[in-house]
């Protein structure tokens, strides 16, 4: 990976938790999170409507954009309920983690896609982060408190981690890439790169 590359990531990803803190610190996540949408739509329709002009689009690819827009609505709401109900400590970690770690598992049953030996070490160490965020380590310092499967917001993260796996997933599938002849579709302040 490039120095550039790498700069990119990690603001990304800066980027990505900084959003979240604030949806965590608004008095309504939902709410906040519903009106970031909208914004993010007004800012992204015109490009949409410009690549949507030029390149064109099959009908194939309706209920595809339409499996992501509901994804992303009920992603948006699952994830204002889980910062409303509980830490972003616990939260984002779980949500996110847990979405990268079903991906590929989902990808191997789905659609026959398998991991390099360090890739599914990877997806075993995020696994095991998601554990012992959850968990937590007992008898340490700053452990959390013998019942953490029953914390706040746990049951809304899981959801969100889910819906994230999904939402990722029906980006990534074959006949999504197929119904599009187009690489770029911007929907309901999400815009998918689709790869060829």
Do not use: C, Q
């Amino acid at each position: 990976m490039t120095v550039a590359a790498l700069l990119l990531v990690a603001g990304a990803a800066v980027l990505h938790a900084g959003w979240n803190a604030l949806a965590k610190r608004a008095g309504e996540p939902v709410l906040f999170l519903w009106w970031v949408g909208v914004v993010a739509s007004g800012f992204y329709a015109p490009i949409a409507l410009a690549a949507l002009a030029r390149e064109g689009f099959r009908a194939a690819a309706i209920p595809f954009v339409i499996g992501t827009v509901i994804l992303h609505a009920l992603y948006f709401f699952s994830l204002g309920r889980a910062y409303a109900a509980g830490d972003f400590s616990l939260v984002y970690p779980i949500a996110r983690g847990l979405g990268v770690a079903l991906v590929p598992m989902a990808a191997f049953v789905l659609f026959d896609e398998r991991l390099s030996p360090l890739g599914t070490l990877g997806v075993i160490l995020v696994a095991a982060g998601i554990f012992l965020v959850h968990r937590g380590l007992r008898g340490r310092p700053g452990a959390w408190p013998p019942a953490p499967r029953h914390r706040s917001g746990t049951g809304w993260a899981l959801a969100t981690g889910v819906l994230i796996a999904a939402y990722s997933l029906l980006g990534g599938n074959r006949p999504w890439k197929r119904a599009l002849h187009s690489n770029r579709l911007a929907s309901s302040g999400e815009t998918p790169t689709l790869s060829r």
